[in-house]
């Protein structure tokens, strides 16, 4: 029997819980407030204290500690639950006079003529939650489901930051019950770079940043959560216990102190005048904002009038969302066009009459390919609905049909190229028609542009424009052409100074040793994407290394399936490319390896991962032992030599103190690799 491990020394308790309370505090500066007072070395250290600590006293570990966000293990599905109180919905108006019609219903109904105060907010696009606080603590939180009951996803908004795993207690005391209500969502940049990662690796976009968050909420993997940009505005209460508030207005202020995120474009107002001003110039600054919103919610502040005021069937009568002008409108095609895409693919546009939609005019659609066109069947002639998903290209949502002109033909892709006049190809089983001419215009220009982009080769200056001008004036027809362009090359070129053409130069030049999955990414191999490329890198350390990778090789890559290793295996077989990795090498381009490599340092050596990491996914810890030599197994035996715990260890951290199997944490396994 291996004896039990020695109580914790009081002085071990109290350090515990002074280091949660700053962690706690440091988190809410940083993520809440945007304003850290410490440095993130010293917050890592902070940190690495408590994971020391509570590895020491697993017994010591709390749901709510900060080194508690991500690690839960993958749920097989979402309990259901029903809200203390129905998540009510709002009601709707799309007009001035309808906003003026609710102020005016209110005071009929109140027997008033006075003016309101009302408090005005953003309504946010994104997944209404519930968060609930018992004595301060982050024990449950929920999807708004049908309002009455939501699916359990507690596991997963504890890995969103700006959400309070431990209320904060020092400006108002923490109430024994709170459930907060708010809003997840994604920023618009961040949506974006989320999608072109999907479809770098096949995967499907995400229509609009609402569905991005709705989606990343319901995985039944934190671990994929934890990996998805979210972020919440609070925005009420629902049930509470131990704390009274008089107006909306005081809740929101206290959920501030308490650490919840709240909107700070909220303000309150009197009278529906302003608060359709407030709708006015909340409008303007919509397209500014770094998320989506669909409107403004208009909330009578004081909670006496809104209890007077009481409830429909699902909606309140104190509130109001007075929503912005749709982002849908309709017109008509003019020409269906076809692009030609960085890897060849050919995407299908609509050409269209411009319209305005959501206060910007557009004159193209995407219709993503050719099945798509044929599902849509939009012909030329035809009137469309259109809408705009978040600062993305807008998309057909339908056609019209009653108002198709007679003699419309359906859509048929073109056989050739509309840039080379190769014949376009369609392997059979695939959504994407290619031009297969790598030398297409279209193609490299698009592929010059992502070799240069920040998550290529990062070419500070070389954008769009200046990319197009060196392919037309023949001075660059692939990337390697890129590191012999001298200033007398760029100057003659339009709108070319010699000062920016030196800064180009100079940019191009300074971009020849990016860390090695920069590089890999920069290739624009079809199917890898960022994440990717980061993985690779750590596995094969060196372009040469992933060169020479089979299929075989590629395929113990974890992440890394039958479909990528293929599309990496035909881009190095291309003779094509690898000329042009010959060349890159001649003008001096040389990656950076992902770190000093000591011959397999960790040969001979076998690990164990239990808990989840903060810092890697289970795939990455597990490239980096292999890239080191280590080998990696699935269960502890007396041939283990370190067990790798992270949060919330399973059973295989038991098994590892009973056969003394070395333990590390992970900023200690960190370490080691690094
Ligand atoms: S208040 C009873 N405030 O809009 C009050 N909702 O149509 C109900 N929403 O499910 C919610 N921003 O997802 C409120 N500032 C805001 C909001 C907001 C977005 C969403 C929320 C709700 C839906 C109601």
Same mark, same amino acid.
């Given at each position: 029997?291996?004896?039990?491990?020695?109580?914790?020394?009081?002085?071990?308790?109290?350090?515990?819980?002074?280091?949660?309370?700053?962690?706690?505090?440091?988190?809410?500066?940083?993520?809440?407030?945007?304003?850290?007072?410490?440095?993130?070395?010293?917050?890592?250290?902070?940190?690495?204290?408590?994971?020391?600590?509570?590895?020491?006293?697993?017994?010591?570990?709390?749901?709510?500690?900060?080194?508690? %966000?991500?690690?839960?293990?993958?749920?097989?599905?979402?309990?259901?639950?029903?809200?203390?109180?129905?998540?009510? #919905?709002?009601?709707?108006?799309?007009?001035?006079?309808?906003?003026?019609?609710?102020?005016?219903?209110?005071? =009929?109904?109140?027997?008033?003529?006075?003016?309101?105060?009302?408090?005005?907010?953003?309504?946010?696009?994104?997944?209404?939650?519930?968060?609930?606080?018992? =004595?301060?603590?982050?024990?449950?939180?929920?999807?708004?489901?049908?309002?009455?009951?939501?699916?359990?996803?507690?596991?997963?908004?504890?890995?969103?930051?700006?959400?309070?795993? &431990?209320?904060?207690?020092?400006?108002?005391?923490?109430?024994?019950?709170?459930?907060?209500?708010?809003?997840?969502?994604?920023?618009?940049?961040?949506?974006?770079?989320?999608?072109?990662?999907?479809?770098?690796?096949?995967?499907? @976009?995400? @229509? $609009?940043?609402? $569905?991005?968050?709705?989606?990343?909420?319901?995985?039944?993997?934190?671990?994929?959560?934890?990996?998805?940009?979210?972020?919440?505005?609070?925005?009420?209460?629902?049930?509470?216990?131990?704390?009274?508030?008089?107006?909306?207005?005081?809740?929101?202020?206290?959920?501030?102190?308490?650490?919840?995120?709240? $909107?700070?474009?909220?303000?309150?107002?009197?009278?529906?005048?302003?608060?359709?001003?407030?709708?006015?110039?909340? *409008?303007?600054?919509?397209?500014?904002?770094?998320?989506?919103?669909?409107?403004?919610?208009?909330?009578?502040?004081?909670?006496?009038?809104?209890? %007077?005021?009481?409830?429909?069937?699902?909606?309140?009568?104190?509130?109001?969302?007075?929503?912005?002008?749709?982002? &849908?409108?309709?017109? =008509?095609?003019?020409?269906?066009?076809?692009? !030609?895409?960085?890897?060849?693919?050919?995407?299908?546009?609509?050409?269209?009459?411009?319209?305005?939609?959501?206060?910007?005019?557009?004159?193209?659609?995407?219709?993503?390919?050719?099945?798509?066109?044929?599902?849509?069947?939009?012909?030329?002639?035809?009137?469309?609905?259109?809408?705009?998903?978040?600062?993305?290209?807008?998309?057909?949502?339908?056609?019209?049909?009653?108002?198709?002109?007679?003699?419309? @033909?359906?859509?048929?892709?073109?056989?050739?190229?509309?840039?080379?006049?190769?014949?376009? !190809? %369609?392997?059979?089983?695939?959504?994407?028609?290619?031009?297969?001419?790598?030398?297409?215009?279209?193609?490299?220009?698009?592929?010059?542009?992502?070799?240069?982009?920040?998550?290529?080769?990062?070419?500070?200056?070389?954008?769009?424009?200046?990319?197009?001008?060196?392919?037309?004036?023949?001075?660059?027809?692939?990337?390697?052409?890129?590191?012999?362009?001298?200033?007398?090359?760029?100057?003659?070129?339009?709108?070319?100074?010699?000062?920016?053409?030196?800064?180009?130069?100079?940019?191009?030049?300074?971009?020849?040793?990016?860390?090695?999955? %920069?590089?890999?990414?920069?290739? +624009?191999?079809?199917?890898?994407?960022?994440?990717?490329?980061?993985?690779?890198?750590?596995?094969? &350390?060196?372009?040469?290394?992933?060169?020479?990778?089979?299929?075989?090789?590629?395929?113990?890559?974890?992440?890394?399936?039958? &479909?990528?290793? +293929? #599309?990496?295996?035909?881009?190095?077989?291309?003779?094509?490319?690898? *000329?042009?990795?010959? /060349?890159?090498?001649?003008?001096?381009?040389?990656?950076?390896?992902?770190?000093?490599?000591?011959?397999?340092?960790?040969?001979?050596?076998?690990?164990?991962?239990?808990?989840?990491?903060?810092?890697?996914? =289970?795939?990455?810890? /597990?490239?980096?032992?292999?890239?080191?030599?280590?080998?990696?197994?699935? #269960?502890?035996?007396?041939?283990?030599?370190?067990?790798?715990?992270?949060?919330?260890?399973?059973?295989?951290?038991?098994?590892?103190?009973?056969?003394?199997?070395?333990?590390?944490?992970?900023?200690?396994?960190?370490?080691?690799?690094?």
């Amino acid at each position: 029997m291996v004896p039990p491990p020695p109580p914790a020394p009081p002085e071990v308790i109290s350090r515990i819980k002074e280091l949660r309370e700053q962690l706690h505090y440091h988190n809410y500066r940083y993520y809440v407030l945007d304003n850290p007072v410490i440095s993130d070395a010293e917050y890592d250290r902070l940190l690495q204290e408590l994971e020391k600590l509570e590895e020491k006293y697993p017994e010591l570990v709390t749901p709510d500690s900060p080194t508690q %966000r991500v690690g839960a293990a993958p749920l097989e599905k979402f309990e259901s639950l029903r809200h203390r109180q129905p998540m009510l #919905s709002l009601e709707n108006a799309f007009s001035e006079a309808e906003a003026r019609e609710f102020d005016e219903r209110l005071k =009929r109904f109140l027997r008033t003529t006075e003016d309101f105060h009302y408090v005005v907010e953003p309504k946010m696009d994104g997944c209404a939650v519930e968060l609930v606080y018992e =004595r301060g603590r982050f024990t449950v939180g929920s999807t708004r489901g049908d309002g009455i009951r939501g699916e359990n996803v507690t596991q997963n908004l504890k890995t969103i930051h700006t959400i309070p795993l &431990q209320m904060l207690g020092k400006e108002a005391p923490v109430p024994e019950l709170l459930e907060v209500r708010g809003e997840v969502y994604m920023d618009l940049g961040e949506f974006e770079k989320l999608n072109r990662e999907r479809e770098g690796r096949g995967e499907a @976009a995400f @229509a $609009n940043p609402r $569905n991005a968050a709705a989606g990343s909420l319901r995985q039944l993997d934190p671990a994929i959560t934890a990996a998805r940009p979210l972020k919440i505005y609070c925005y009420g209460v629902g049930e509470v216990k131990g704390a009274s508030f008089k107006t909306h207005w005081d809740i929101l202020e206290n959920l501030k102190k308490w650490g919840f995120r709240v $909107n700070p474009l909220i303000e309150t107002c009197r009278g529906i005048d302003a608060a359709i001003a407030y709708h006015h110039r909340i *409008e303007h600054q919509r397209h500014g904002l770094p998320y989506e919103i669909d409107g403004v919610v208009i909330k009578v502040d004081s909670l006496a009038l809104q209890e %007077r005021l009481g409830t429909k069937a699902r909606s309140p009568r104190w509130a109001l969302a007075y929503k912005f002008a749709a982002t &849908q409108e309709t017109t =008509r095609v003019l020409d269906i066009a076809v692009n !030609v895409g960085r890897t060849g693919a050919v995407t299908p546009m609509a050409v269209m009459e411009p319209v305005e939609v959501g206060g910007v005019t557009v004159s193209r659609a995407t219709l993503h390919n050719e099945d798509e066109v044929a599902r849509k069947d939009v012909r030329v002639g035809d009137t469309v609905l259109i809408q705009r998903a978040g600062d993305v290209i807008p998309e057909v949502v339908k056609v019209i049909i009653e108002e198709r002109p007679p003699g419309a @033909a359906p859509f048929q892709m073109p056989q050739n190229c509309p840039v080379c006049d190769t014949p376009l !190809v %369609r392997p059979a089983g695939e959504k994407v028609t290619r031009c297969p001419n790598p030398d297409c215009f279209g193609a490299s220009t698009r592929g010059i542009m992502h070799f240069a982009s920040k998550a290529g080769m990062d070419i500070d200056g070389l954008g769009e424009k200046i990319i197009l001008q060196l392919v037309n004036a023949g001075l660059v027809k692939d990337v390697s052409d890129l590191y012999h362009l001298t200033e007398g090359d760029l100057v003659p070129l339009e709108r070319f100074a010699e000062k920016s053409a030196q800064n180009i130069i100079n940019a191009i030049q300074g971009s020849k040793n990016p860390p090695f999955w %920069r590089l890999i990414n920069a290739l +624009g191999i079809r199917f890898v994407g960022e994440a990717t490329a980061q993985l690779l890198a750590q596995h094969f &350390q060196t372009l040469e290394g992933l060169m020479a990778a089979g299929e075989e090789d590629l395929l113990q890559v974890e992440g890394v399936g039958p &479909q990528v290793a +293929g #599309s990496i295996r035909e881009y190095f077989d291309n003779p094509r490319n690898r *000329e042009l990795i010959t /060349k890159l090498k001649e003008a001096g381009v040389k990656e950076q390896p992902p770190e000093a490599r000591a011959a397999g340092p960790l040969a001979g050596k076998t690990f164990v991962f239990t808990g989840g990491l903060a810092h890697f996914s =289970r795939e990455e810890a /597990k490239a980096l032992v292999t890239a080191r030599g280590g080998k990696v197994s699935s #269960s502890v035996s007396a041939k283990t030599d370190y067990v790798v715990a992270g949060a919330d260890p399973g059973s295989k951290y038991a098994k590892a103190r009973e056969l003394g199997v070395t333990i590390l944490t992970e900023a200690e396994f960190e370490k080691l690799v690094r």
